[in-house]
């Protein structure tokens, strides 16, 4: 089955970029939508934003400005980059497969996700 | 604050019956989007419970079910189990946000 496993620095300095690769075994990039979600400390899940293989993206309009997810098909690999960190973005961040663009549609699997601390 | 709110712990007593609810608004829930439901136990990665409203991936028990009623929605642990402990998640679109979002989480303690 399809698994994914996130990777990159547990540490980024303020005002600087965040930036994350998920790792996918058992399929191909090739199809699918492709997600990060984040969860801060305390507090709940918050979609960040999804890319198809196409190069369509869809991100939260809260981070909108921020957020940038990226595919390469060559490593069956997907990124996330947020920049301009404040200590608000500190939070496990989760990578997860999206089926179907259909609103009604959930997400599934998800990565174990990755503990990135924003430094001042 | 999540949109979708969850109450934030639960428990029961082995073999028992719990509900955890998930309200939301007229933008979400309220709207007609449907509600999904994860199992997270913490350092792993979420686990898709119900999808839909009430429907189970296939290898979840059925002692897991969904329902969902106007803004809210509840899912039912039957038969509580001491491996059932962990956080539980709802989670449906909200139009006026366009994005899609969850609820702020559960925690299932059996006691």
């Known amino acids: 089955q399809v698994q994914l496993q996130e990777s990159g620095p547990g540490l980024v300095k303020a005002s600087e970029t965040l930036s994350l690769t998920c790792s996918v075994s058992g399929g191909s990039i090739s199809s699918h939508y492709w997600s990060w979600i984040r969860q801060p400390p305390g507090k709940g899940l918050e979609y960040i934003g999804y890319?198809?293989?196409?190069?369509?993206?869809n991100y939260n309009p809260s981070l909108k400005s921020r957020v940038t997810i990226s595919l390469d098909t060559s490593k069956n690999q997907f990124s996330l980059k947020l920049s301009s960190v404040t200590a608000a973005d500190t939070a496990v961040y989760y990578c997860?497969?999206?089926?179907?663009?259909?609103?009604?549609?959930?997400?599934?699997?998800w990565g174990q996700g990755i503990l990135v601390t924003v430094s001042s | 604050q999540s949109v979708l709110t969850q109450p934030p712990s639960v428990s029961g007593a082995p073999g028992q019956r719990v509900t955890i609810s998930c309200t939301g608004s007229?933008?979400?829930?309220?709207?007609?989007?449907?509600v999904h439901w994860y199992q997270h136990l913490p350092g792993t990665a979420p686990k898709l419970l119900i999808y839909?409203?009430?429907n189970r991936p296939s290898g979840v028990p059925d002692r897991f079910s969904g329902s969902k009623s106007g803004t809210s929605a509840s899912l039912a642990i039957t038969g509580l189990q001491a491996e059932d402990e962990a956080d539980y998640y709802c989670?449906?679109?909200?139009?006026?946000?366009?994005?899609?979002?969850f609820g702020g989480g559960t925690k299932l303690t059996v006691l």
């Open positions: 989670q449906s679109y909200d139009s006026s946000l366009s994005s899609w979002v």
């Open positions: 007229s933008s979400n829930i309220g709207a007609g989007y449907d």
């Open positions: 997860a497969r999206k089926e179907n663009w259909n609103p009604d549609w959930w997400f599934d699997p």
């Open positions: 839909g409203n009430y």
């Open positions: 890319m198809y293989s196409s190069g369509s993206t």
